[in-house]
């Protein structure tokens, strides 16, 4: 009598079902890109390391040629060792910081204004004001601190270079911030203007009390991210030649002192370096917050814009 045959090859295992409520992991696709492969990865990370000795070789050179023209000696970083130098730089600052705050200040009171009159449901309103906004958002702003330094005077209407450098940044900005407004407003959901109105509000209390608190709320990230732009704007007004800014500043201090030319601007590179950086924490900070109490983050303009009803009026 024979025992009965063992069966000794190895029994298919079932697959795992996926855990309950997850679904299976996909590769994570980019739609600009392929993935690359190993060979691609491969090769990147080639080019990144020559890169980075490409990099460090032209910074160690640009060190040697500093230090044989004696810009890394103490002699030429002696003049920062006065008290009196550095308050002449932070009044140069302080002349950036209250160009920015008057510019962020009348941006903002414009930026709305106008953001409000691009949802007019009137064309006679919302296209002058869109033809307005284009207009001032393709003029660069160099050219606009020209225009308003050079021509207006002409005109009659004399201004001082703060009030010069104050209205560019303030029209450049402003129409920037009237599409920010809009885009915010547009991005509530429809429930929240259409249940006020139901509650017997009118239109305008509708958009004073409910939808533009809401809606400056979810985009005071992208503002604080355009007041970073505004802040740099402020150095533009070197062009002007009678506001004594933080650029301005640093090259008076070159001009007197001769052999500190460059430590003046790195100074001065430095300094807005260190405001900007502040103030780009500061807007990723209002968006993680907005992200973690709301869970959404603000609609950009332009995609806004493709959500907009026809005719822009809501």
């Not at 064309?123 to 284009?134: D, K």
């Not at 005077?153 to 450049?172: A, I, K, M, N």
Request: with cysteine; hydrophobic share 55%.
């Amino acid at each position: 009598m024979t025992a009965p045959a063992t069966d000794t090859t190895p029994a298919r295992t079932a697959p795992r079902p996926a855990a309950a409520g997850r679904a299976p992991s996909a590769p994570r696709r980019n739609p600009l890109h392929d993935i690359p492969g190993p060979r691609a990865r491969a090769r990147n990370r080639l080019l990144g390391a020559a890169t980075w000795l490409l990099l460090a070789a032209a910074a160690a050179y640009a060190v040697h040629r500093c230090a044989d023209a004696g810009e890394l000696s103490a002699d030429a970083w002696r003049p920062f060792g006065d008290a009196r130098l550095w308050r002449f730089i932070a009044e140069g600052l302080l002349n950036n910081l209250r160009a920015a705050a008057m510019g962020m200040l009348l941006s903002m009171i414009v930026g709305v204004l106008l953001g409000l009159a691009l949802m007019a449901r009137g064309r006679a309103l919302r296209w002058p004001v869109r033809t307005v906004v284009e207009l001032f958002r393709s003029v660069p702003l160099l050219l606009l601190l020209y225009f308003l330094s050079l021509v207006l005077p002409s005109w009659g209407l004399r201004l001082s270079d703060f009030w010069f450098l104050v209205v560019g940044l303030t029209l450049f900005n402003g129409v920037v911030i009237a599409d920010i407004v809009r885009a915010g407003v547009l991005a509530l959901p429809r429930g929240q203007s259409e249940a006020a109105l139901a509650l017997g509000f009118s239109r305008a209390a509708t958009l004073v009390h409910v939808v533009l608190p809401q809606a400056l709320r979810a985009m005071s990230p992208a503002l604080v991210s355009q007041l970073v732009i505004l802040l740099k704007g402020t150095a533009l007004a070197f062009v002007l030649g009678g506001y004594i800014e933080l650029l301005r500043s640093a090259t008076i201090i070159g001009q007197y002192f001769g052999a500190s030319v460059l430590q003046a601007y790195v100074v001065a590179s430095l300094l807005f370096m260190a405001v900007n950086l502040g103030l780009t924490a500061l807007a990723h900070a209002l968006e993680n917050r907005q992200r973690r109490r709301f869970g959404r983050a603000v609609v950009a303009a332009d995609e806004a814009e493709l959500e907009a009803p026809v005719g822009g009026a809501r």
